[in-house]
Structure formats: C-alpha cells, structure tokens
C-alpha cells in the first residue's frame, strides 16, 4: 500500500497578535523559531515571553529547517486525504508539530531526517511541513 | 493537609441515553443530578456545593444553578477536560474538610453523538488560543495526537498494535454485561487489528465511543454518609498534575499520572499492589497503556506486555479495569470519561457492579482520568477510594 502525499484544504491559523512575523517569514520561505537573549533557550510555539523563564527579551533567529521525525502519523480517516501529522526535533533542539509532505506517506519513519518546505493555507497563508532529506541518511 | 477520609461518595449515577437529541444538555445535567441524589437518599435543598466543568453550557456553574435551583454556598467549575471530574471530587473533599461546603454535587452531561462529534474533526477551543495557529493548520486532531503517542510508544519500547488491541479486548469482556453498553459484542485482537485504520497505529477499534449521557455525584462529610443507607466509600487518596511540552520539549512516552499517581498513592499511604480494581481512563488502548505504566502497575515500557492475554479482565487478570465496559465500549458522555471512571469503581467498591464482573470484597479501587490530548498538553487525576 502506498499512500503518495497529495495537496489538502489547509485551515488558516488564526493568528494572535505577534504572530505576524513568523507567518510573514514562512511567506519568505523562513522558518523562525523564538530565542531567549536571557537564558538561551530556544521555544516554538512562538511566544511574547520565554516559556522557561518568563523574559521579554525573546527574538526571532532563523531556524536551520532541518531536523528528524520524533514521531508522526497518518491520519486516514479524517477527510477526503491520507495526511502525515508529525513532530520533528528541529537541530535547533526544539520539536515542532507539523506535517510531512512531497513524500510516500507509508515510507516515514521516526528519526527520519527531514527539511522545511512551505505549504499554502486555503487563504494563501504559508505554513512549514517538512519532507524527506534526501541527501541525508535516516538514523535511529 | 491530607484529604484522606475527610469526604465520602455518597451517591452516584450514570444516565443510562447513549443517544439524547431530543434533550437539552442542561436537561441531562438535571437529570444526572437527580439520579444520583436518590441514589444517595438527599433532596436537592440538601445540596450546598455544586462542582462542574466545561460541559456545562454558560458561566462555570452558574447556568446550571439556576436551572437546576440550586441554593448553594461553594462552587467550583475547574476545567481540565476529562479529567475534571476526578479533581472536583478532591476539590470537594478539601472544601467539606475546610467548612465551605457539606453535600457537594457534581455533574457532567453532553451529547457529542447527536451534535456529530468525531475525534477526526478539528475542534477549536475558541478565540484567543496561542497554541491553535501552530496546530490547528497541521489538521491536529484528538486520534492523530494520541496516535503519535502510541507511535513513539512503540518506537521506543516495542510495544505492538495486538498489545494494544488486548485493551480494547479486555474492555468487550466486561460490555457483553452491560445492557446499556454501546457496544456489546465480544471482540478479539484479531477484530482490532482488522477493523479500519483511523489514524497509524490506532485502528477504529482502539477508539473510545461517541455517546451522549452524562453521571453525578454526590460527596459529603463522614457522619452524613453514615446517616445514608448506602455502602460507605471513603477518599483516601487524590492527585492531580499537569503537562505540556515547555516550548518544544517534546517527551512523549510519559504522562502527568506519574505525578497525580505517585501523590494519590502518597496521601492513600498504598502501592498499586493494594489496588483490587481500576478504572482507567480509555480514550484510546494507548492511553490505558500509558497510564498504567505512569502509575506503577508496571515499569515504563511494560504496559503493552503488562495489558496482554486478557490481564485487565476480571476474574481472569491481575488488574480488572473498566467494568462496565468503559469509554471504549460503554460511553464516552460529552467526549469526557472521568465521571464515568468514578461511577464504576463506586459500584465495585459498593458490590453493585454486574455479578459477572464484580471483582470479590473489593476494598480498594483506583479512578484514573486523562484530560485534554497526550499529544499536547494534558492533565491527569488519580482518585484512590476504600469501601467501609
């Protein structure tokens, strides 16, 4: 059985205020993770005030967009299309929940490495996925 | 402070609908509340505390109050999803051992089948959600979040989808007694490993029911639940906690039951070993594995091995869980277990389970709940009774 990745109705996310910028950098083809110039911590999802230590001092850094599925799903019954909800340990060492996409969704496995691409909400918003890294070999 | 034998379950009722489109949530409420105060042998006026959560259409519990013309002096509408109900039986116990309030209520009700809820919708949680703009999009539903719990799960520990099956097995053993059961048939690992595939590795089976209903209960002070003529049942013990991924700190083989498990038993001053039946919350197989493991009835990574060969049936397995069916055969009211978990593990400590499955001089019985999604963020309540 293979189940080849096809395009589905993406929901817009409704975004809070300070939300823009992310949604404005994936337009770009970037992908932001949020960094605490006080403890260093890296978080997604993006928020005004770091998770770990409560600072305002948070900015956005560029993500590498490369990383390894920690784990996924193919969601089958859910709508007119197979989809693979995933999360994956961004190199950064933040884990992001997305979807993998542009792939056999049957052939995902966990510690699979993968990339960022950039998908198209049903309003023309623009959200990451990841797909397979071809030039890297999965590791466990 | 200790809440160990401060409060008692005085009464206790679970609706018997599966399917109410005809009724009004607030109707199922009442009704619930009505059942479960002849159970206990009170009248309404007797109630002064009234607990419930986010089922419970309006303003916390004021809505219902009204409806139900309760006069009472303590009111407390928690939220944490399924699990609420759990917590609102130790948030009534601390209450009644701090003066606020004597004879608590506590109800749930939904009706999620006729509304044609499924867990392969997105559901939002409203406006204003910080999380949802960076989920929603991903079509993160309730079975695909548990899903990738079970998928690691294996990943990690080699647990198997016929392990997992052995829940939903041992779950229809206990169904086929239940009249009100919605499903009452017999099923074998075989049948769960061939009904559809909702979500990898989670197949239709290994989800819990839709099902409308509700239950309520009644909890109430030592010398009141003397004066009833019910079995006594004693809290001895409750925990409850919290987790989530801490901005991307992902773990997802453990959940917040090894903290309200470990306090639970702390505050009972008993091990798992002393547990004679368990409910368990059962969204998914997954999350009766999870929590079985998280609670110290079997080291981490041991659940699927530990659920195997019909050891959660009763009269055959170690660990009797779900009596009466549980969310996976029985119902699942408003999309919430927790109350349910109680209402059964009061029948056995209580002996008014079904002849079939009541496990003998039950004594001791634990109540597990699971609220919100283990894929997420979530949060756990552990409530360890003992029959008087």
């Known amino acids: 059985m293979a189940s080849f990745y096809q395009d589905r109705d993406i929901a817009d996310p409704r975004m809070n205020p300070g939300d823009e910028p992310y949604f404005d950098a994936a337009s770009q083809g970037r992908l932001l993770l949020k960094r605490c110039s006080s403890c260093g911590a890296y978080h997604h999802y993006p928020r005004a005030l770091c998770p770990v230590c409560l600072s305002e001092a948070v900015e956005w850094v560029d993500s590498s967009g490369t990383g390894v599925v920690y784990s996924y799903s193919v969601t089958r019954k859910g709508g007119p299309t197979d989809y693979c909800i995933a999360y994956v340990s961004l190199n950064e060492g933040v884990t992001i929940l997305t979807n993998i996409v542009d792939c056999d969704l049957d052939s995902v496995r966990i510690g699979q490495r993968v990339k960022v691409v950039f998908k198209a909400t049903v309003g023309g918003a623009m959200v990451p996925m990841f797909s397979p890294d071809e030039g890297k070999a999965a590791s466990a | ?388």
């Open chain 2, 1 to 388: 402070m200790s809440i160990k034998g401060v409060a008692y379950i005085a009464g206790a009722f679970e609706h018997p609908a599966r399917k109410a489109p005809g009724k009004s949530v607030a109707q199922l409420h009442a009704e619930c509340a009505k059942g479960a105060l002849e159970d206990a042998g009170l009248s309404k006026d007797d109630i002064d505390g009234y607990f419930c959560a986010g089922d419970a259409p309006g303003l916390g519990g004021l809505n219902l109050a009204d409806y139900m013309g309760l006069r009472v002096r303590h009111i407390d509408s928690t939220e944490t999803g399924g699990s609420s109900y759990l917590i609102h039986v130790a948030h009534a116990a601390q209450a009644i051992a701090t003066g606020k309030c004597t004879i608590a209520l506590i109800t749930l009700a939904g009706r999620p089948r006729s509304e044609g809820s499924s867990g392969t919708q997105l559901r939002t949680y409203g406006v204003n959600m910080p999380d949802e703009p960076f989920e929603i999009p991903y079509g993160a539903v309730t079975v695909n979040l548990y899903a990738m719990t079970a998928m690691r799960h294996m990943y990690e520990f080699r647990t198997t989808p016929e392990q997992l099956a052995w829940v939903k097995v041992a779950a229809s053993h206990h169904a086929q007694h239940n009249p009100h059961a919605m499903l009452r048939d017999v099923v074998t690992v075989e049948d769960v490993i061939n009904s559809p595939m909702i979500s990898d590795p989670l197949h239709r089976l290994d989800c819990c029911v839709v099902s409308d209903g509700g239950g309520a209960l009644i909890v109430t002070r030592p010398e009141i639940a003397r004066s009833l003529a019910r079995p006594l049942v004693r809290v001895i013990g409750a925990g409850e906690a919290i987790h989530h991924h801490m901005g991307g700190r992902v773990d997802l083989t453990h959940s917040a039951t090894v903290w309200s498990g470990r306090k639970a038993f702390e505050e009972a001053g008993i091990t798992p070993a002393d547990i004679q039946y368990a409910s368990i919350y059962d969204s998914f197989t997954i999350t009766v594995v999870m929590q079985l493991e998280d609670l110290g009835f079997c080291a981490k990574g041991e659940g699927g091995r530990f659920v195997a060969d019909g050891n959660l049936i009763s009269g055959i397995g170690k660990l009797p869980f779900n009596t009466d069916g549980g969310g996976l055969c029985n119902n699942h009211p408003a999309n919430r277990g927790g109350m349910t978990k109680v209402i059964e593990a009061v029948r056995q400590l209580r002996g008014e389970a079904h002849s079939k499955v009541q496990v003998p001089n039950c004594s001791i019985a634990l109540a597990q709940g699971m609220g919100g999604r283990l894929g997420t963020r979530h949060a756990s309540a552990t409530l360890i009774m003992e029959r008087q």
